[in-house]
T-cell receptor
Framework: KNEVEQSPQNLTAQEGEFITINCSYS?????LHWLQQHPGGGIVSLFM???GKKKHGRLIATINIQEKHSSLHITASHPRDSAVYIC???????????FGPGTRLSVLP | NAGVTQTPKFQVLKTGQSMTLQCAQD?????MYWYRQDPGMGLRLIYY???????DKGEVPNGYNVSRLNKREFSLRLESAAPSQTSVYFC?????????????FGPGTRLTVT
């Protein structure tokens, strides 16, 4: 079983829609990261969180430690949000940083 | 600030050839990482360096070696390239190890081994 799973694998939305991407993990963690990988390949860190909720512009990330689940929300989606969104966790029991497989988002105008 | 830079951007090697991927950061970060990304798979950690002078294996270290030359630079060497090492390689850095601080990624090196 993969330590980090994401859903959906692919997502197509119309401009303006509210989008939710989910991440679930099976191990104890110290922090969870959300990353964005642009179509050109560049990777940018969006959020790092260990509890609660963080907001940056139209992006909101939440985490529920007890349920081992995090969500990334995009409000008023725009075609420039089209990217792969990756969830990653640091495993408390290992010396590793484990990445989910990513969610490919396409926002159509 | 340039952030994290990687060279080269693209490289084609024949099986058995060797090469070194270079990575440098100008953010005075302590920790640096090398990842590979294969189609349909998440990023996987090859090696990391918690601080200058230390290196440790990650999830997929076989076939690779690393050098933390100084605080700024962390290189990845393929001694005898194999087709299975065809991948996109990303270097990253962070102020502190792992999840305590966000990681900053380089633009990637696309490597093809024929």
């Amino acid at each position: 079983k993969n330590e980090v799973e994401q859903s959906p694998q692919n997502l197509t939305a119309q401009e303006g829609e509210f989008i939710t991407i989910n991440c679930s993990y099976s191990v104890g963690i110290s922090a969870l990261h959300w990353l964005q990988q642009h179509p050109g390949g560049g990777i940018v860190s969006l959020f790092m969180l260990s509890s609660g909720k963080k907001k940056h512009g139209r992006l909101i990330a939440t985490i529920n430690i007890q349920e081992k689940h995090s969500s990334l929300h995009i409000t008023a989606s725009h075609p420039r949000d089209s990217a792969v969104y990756i969830c990653a966790v640091r495993d408390n029991y290992g010396q590793n940083f484990v990445f989910g497989p990513g969610t490919r988002l396409s926002v159509l105008p | 600030n340039a952030g994290v830079t990687q060279t080269p951007k693209f490289q084609v090697l024949k099986t058995g050839q060797s090469m070194t991927l270079q990575c440098a950061q100008d953010m005075n970060h302590n920790s640096m990482y090398w990842y590979r990304q294969d189609p349909g798979m998440g990023l996987r950690l090859i090696y990391y360096s918690a601080s200058e002078g230390t290196t440790d294996k990650g999830e997929v270290p076989n076939g690779y070696n690393v050098s933390r030359l100084n605080k700024r630079e962390f290189s990845l060497r393929l001694e005898s390239a194999a087709p299975s090492q065809t991948s996109v390689y990303f270097c990253a850095s962070s102020e502190a190890l792992w999840g305590r601080r966000e990681q900053y990624f380089g633009p990637g090196t696309r490597l093809t081994v024929t």
